[in-house]
């Protein structure tokens, strides 16, 4: 059965930093891509960032361009998001999804980012 | 990117067919066939409901249907049930390798 959890939300101060975890089982990370995909709250969704399945290569939404990097680790088959210089605006449940051709097919139960002094 | 347009609620009553818009342009909706819709519910994770336009995964009911027509894509939900009460988002693939999502609609079962 394929499972995502996410792990590592908070609260953080503005230009702080953090790192979310996606835990996968019942696939292997190294053969699929993979994306984030945030939410703030009482908000629609928004695609954040993708990682294709070498890891070779990635690519993010501008508003997060050059803050936040998306990487992996096959041996622990575990999804990353480091998000430094946060911002109250990246105030968010963060969710990692399993991308297939296209679509996100498995997702996570998602993870609460809250960016406050 | 923008996000796709969405009408921000739709509702209709039990047994209705409702239709949703999405809205985008030649450099993602109308340029692709990869779209989808996702439904949520309330604190939860959205669902994968429809795929490439108009492909259902495995175990979505067959009253969920999608299409599209030039940048415009959408979904139909017959047979309304109350089950069927959430937000759903369109979501496409863009020119620049990248995703977007549309605004979201609300589904209210009278």
């Known amino acids: 059965e394929v499972q995502l959890v996410e792990s590592g939300g908070g609260l953080v101060q503005p230009g702080g930093s953090l790192r979310l975890s996606c835990a996968a089982s019942g696939f292997t990370l190294s053969s699929h891509w993979m994306v984030w995909v945030r939410q703030a709250p009482g908000r629609g969704l928004v695609w954040v960032s993708r990682?294709?399945?070498?890891?070779?290569?990635?690519i993010y939404a501008d508003p997060v361009k050059g803050r936040f990097t998306i990487s992996r680790d096959t041996a622990r088959n575990t999804l990353y998001l480091q998000m430094n210089s946060l911002r109250a605006e990246d105030t968010a449940v963060y969710f990692c999804?399993?991308?297939?051709?296209?679509?996100?097919?498995?997702w996570g139960q998602g993870t609460l980012v809250t960016v406050s002094s | 990117q923008s996000a796709l347009t969405q009408p921000a609620s739709v509702s209709g009553s039990p047994g209705q067919s409702i239709t949703i818009s999405c809205t985008g342009t030649s450099s993602d909706v109308g340029g692709y066939n990869f779209v989808s819709w996702y439904q949520q519910h309330p604190g939860k994770a959205p669902k994968l409901m429809i795929f490439?336009?108009?492909s259902r995964p495995s175990g979505v009911s067959n009253r969920f249907s999608g299409s599209k027509s030039d940048n415009t894509a959408s979904l139909t939900i017959s047979g309304l049930q109350a089950e069927d009460e959430a937000d759903y988002y369109c979501?496409?693939?863009?020119?620049?390798?990248?995703?977007?999502f549309g605004s979201g609609t609300k589904v209210t079962v009278l």
């Open positions: 999804a399993r991308l297939v051709n296209g679509r996100m097919d498995y």
């Open positions: 979501c496409s693939y863009t020119y620049s390798s990248s995703y977007v």
């Open positions: 490439d336009v108009s």
């Open positions: 990682i294709n399945a070498d890891g070779g290569s990635t």
